[in-house]
T-cell receptor, first 112, second 112 residues
Framework: DAGITQSPRHKVTETGTPVTLRCHQT?????MYWYRQDPGHGLRLIHY???????DKGEVSDGYSVSRSKTEDFLLTLESATSSQTSVYFC???????????FGQGTRLTVV | KNQVEQSPQSLIILEGKNCTLQ??????????LRWYKQDTGRGPVSLTI???SENTKSNGRYTATLDADTKQSSLHITASQLSDSASYIC???????????WGAGTKLIIKP
């Protein structure tokens, strides 16, 4: 799996609590992405980064924030988790904006 | 609005049979189209990329076609194997901002 590690792989949390998901890469790729995947939907982009401290919103960014202080790490934070954020979250990396994306194994998050 | 639609939503075929998955898009201006394979519980993996000038491209038993005039692509799988059971996702890149538009995928089940 292309040098991408997501942690944790599974998490159950309560509504209203903060949650941080981590994505770590060893490929030194410039672009990093956070997606969520829900039944019946395509992968939906939450946030992406095109360099250290350079991030931008995707189509479903409300309720999420990100940070990238090092090339290799991209953090996704749910400030106050809601049940609608129950999903599988995927981190991806790519060399360029339209080049092949390599995905991590996903994090299954359940908000109860 | 940029959209990618895939059909069928799901498909069950017998091992050894062929099948064709469809992808229609309204993304403009078009940059490229990729087909990804996603095994259950794992992140998507790229199968092939189609650029504007390419009509057909093969990758083993997988053959992708692209008709840029009608904005349609297909993925043909020959002599299916049990390991082909997965979701197949079509992704189109917009040349204006390299935004990736993901289809919802086709879930393919191969039965022995």
């Amino acid at each position: 799996d292309a040098g991408i590690t997501q942690s944790p792989r599974h998490k159950v949390t309560e509504t209203g609590t903060p949650v941080t998901l981590r994505c770590h890469q060893t490929e030194n790729h410039r672009y990093m992405y956070w997606y969520r995947q829900d039944p019946g939907h395509g992968l939906r982009l939450i946030h992406y980064s095109y360099g250290v401290k350079d991030t931008d919103k995707g189509e479903v960014s409300d309720g999420y924030s990100v940070s990238r202080s090092k090339t290799e790490d991209f953090l996704l934070t749910l400030e106050s988790a809601t049940s609608s954020q129950t999903s599988v979250y995927f981190c991806a990396i790519s060399v360029g904006g339209e080049t092949e994306a390599f995905f991590g194994q996903g994090t299954r998050l359940t908000v109860v | 609005k940029n959209q990618v639609e895939q059909s069928p939503q799901s498909l069950i075929i017998l091992e050894g049979k062929n099948c064709t998955l469809q992808c229609n898009y309204t993304v403009s201006p078009f940059s490229n189209l990729r087909w990804y394979k996603q095994d259950t519980g794992r992140g998507p993996v790229s199968l092939t990329i189609m650029t504007f000038s390419e009509n057909t491209k093969s990758n083993g038993r997988y053959t992708a076609t692209l008709d840029a005039d009608t904005k349609q692509s297909s993925l043909h799988i020959t002599a299916s194997q049990l390991s082909d059971s997965a979701s197949y996702i079509c992704v189109v890149s917009a040349r204006s901002n390299y935004q990736l538009i993901w289809g919802a995928g086709t879930k393919l089940i191969i039965k022995p």
